[in-house]
């Protein structure tokens, strides 16, 4: 292709669109990042075609270039302003990291400086994918859309480990290539069902959960078609593990799988429709099986 179509590439995924917010562009951006920005070009035919070119390389997660920078100076329109850390994966600002000293609350890192940053320099978080906030005692992670209560620990890197609030392990457990580029890929949701979008990042237990039922996934047939039980508690998000689930599968996997969600009470019925719909993946309530008959159909 020519020097042309890589530089519309770059245009797209770098320009600001006008009249949306900052969890608009978020998601925009995202969609680019995810799925490949589209091209035209011509050809040594003189016709025109069209391509994908990917931003990352999701089946080899070391063919990417990880660089994390420390008090970069980022200009916005009236200040300049130097985040702690930014984490780059080539060259596109994935991850802002705030640190604040083990004496001082972890709250003022989201009151004080993150909150000041989405202000003064929004567009160094078009591109984000997740927030981490930390005194050193104290780690949480979160999106551009997250309310300081819904900053969450990261506790453990495998389902074996005990349970550690520590940086290290958050910083292990989300910034490590493979782990970062999975969330990125497979765990980040938008979900507009309250009529604003709300950018969601999968939590601790979701992340290993739905990977430990992707590994049983990939040997299916040596388990007879039993992939066990995922057990949540109550109000741990099983409706978005769900979704996690069933969208990883479609995207690592293809094939045309069905996925029949069973339920007992009209409550989690609607439930599970409103936030299959909210973050995009259904749109149609025929999708819902009111009868022995329409259960039949579906399947």
Known sequence: MSELAY??????????????????????????????????????????????????????YQNNEFVAIRQLEVSGELYNRRPDVIGFVNGIPLVF????????????????????????????????????????????????????????????????????????????????????????????????SSGHIVKLMAKNHQYIGVNRVLENVERIEDLEGKLGVYWHTQGSGKTYSMVFLCEKIHRKFGGSYTFLIVVDRTELENQAYDTFSGVGIVNNKNVIAESKGYFSYFL
């Not at 490949?36 to 994908?52: M, P």
């Not at 209560?149 to 392990?169: H, M, P, Q």
Request: one cysteine or more.
């Open 97 to 192: 990291i705030e640190l604040k000293s083990h004496a001082v609350d972890l709250r003022s890192a989201y009151d004080d400086n993150f909150k000041n940053y989405k202000d003064t320099i929004p567009h160094l978080f078009n591109h984000n994918a997740f927030v981490i906030l930390s005194n050193g005692i104290d780690s949480k992670v979160g999106t551009v859309t997250s309310p300081y209560k819904y900053f969450l620990d990261w506790k453990r890197i495998t389902e074996e480990a005990e349970g550690e609030v520590s940086l290290d392990t958050m910083l292990r457990g989300t910034c490590a290539p493979q782990h970062l580029m999975d969330i990125f890929e497979n765990f980040l949701l938008f979900d507009e």
């Open 7 to 60: 530089r519309r590439a770059i245009e797209k995924i770098v320009q600001k669109e006008a009249g949306k917010n900052l969890a608009q562009q978020n998601k925009s951006k995202y969609q680019l990042l995810k799925n490949g920005v589209e091209v035209s070009f011509t050809n040594a035919q003189g016709k025109t075609e069209k391509k994908t070119l990917r931003v990352f390389d999701y089946k080899d």
